[in-house]
């Protein structure tokens, strides 16, 4: 295999000192200066490899979020088809999504930049929903005459309680690395359960 391309090795290296502008500056303290100043090279480099400050953060939030997203679909993929709700359950309320690293950091910077940038927020709309249809897939090997809207919304709801308790752990509360996220996405599959055990009562 031949070298990567000295673009390809300039871009990750721009990307690289790009998290670690948004974790030691916010968002608004990283300009393309100190992304240069950071990478080790000039302005006039950052700008010809990656464009300016909004190409820049769309360029990031794209790179980032790739990496996180391969290797949950991947997994969830080639898994057997009992071991896929298991994992993606264990992944969501264990340590997959809990804040182990400063890239918690980095994404609820990027989640800011969506606010205002619509490119931004449609990457990141994109990535989330591919997120969700990941789990959605989950649920159907495990509860395959589920109607698709009981996937939908039950994929949903897992993902935003996966969500919203890593953001509570970024704040340090005892209660996110509890079991109590886990007791309620379990009522979440109780309910889809009831639901399929109901319309077959109904069927028959």
């Not at 303290?29 to 992304?35: K, N, Y």
């Not at 969500?163 to 340090?172: A, K, P, Q, V």
């Amino acid at each position: 295999m031949g070298r990567p391309s000295r673009a390809a090795e300039r871009t990750e290296q721009i990307m690289e000192a790009t998290g670690r502008c948004l974790r030691t500056h916010g968002l608004a303290g990283t300009t393309l200066e100190r992304v240069a100043e950071e990478s080790g090279l000039s302005r006039s480099h950052v700008r010809h490899y990656v464009g300016n400050r909004d190409d820049l953060l769309r360029s990031f939030a794209t790179w980032l979020y790739t990496g996180y997203e391969a290797e949950f679909i991947r997994a969830v993929a080639e898994a057997e088809p009992r071991d896929k709700l298991p994992f993606t359950m264990d992944y969501l309320f264990g340590q997959g999504l809990m804040p182990t690293s400063d890239d918690d950091t980095i994404i609820r910077e990027l989640v800011t930049a969506g606010l205002t940038d619509e490119s931004v927020r449609t990457i990141l709309q994109g990535k989330y929903q591919r997120a969700v249809d990941t789990i959605g897939d989950a649920l159907a090997a495990e509860y395959p005459s589920a109607t698709p809207a009981a996937l939908r919304s039950t994929a949903y709801g897992l993902w935003c309680l996966a969500l919203g308790n890593s953001m509570i752990g970024d704040l340090g509360m005892p209660v996110a690395s509890g079991g109590l996220v886990r007791t309620a996405a379990d009522a979440l599959l109780d309910q889809l359960a009831t639901k399929m055990a109901a319309a077959a009562a109904a069927a028959g």
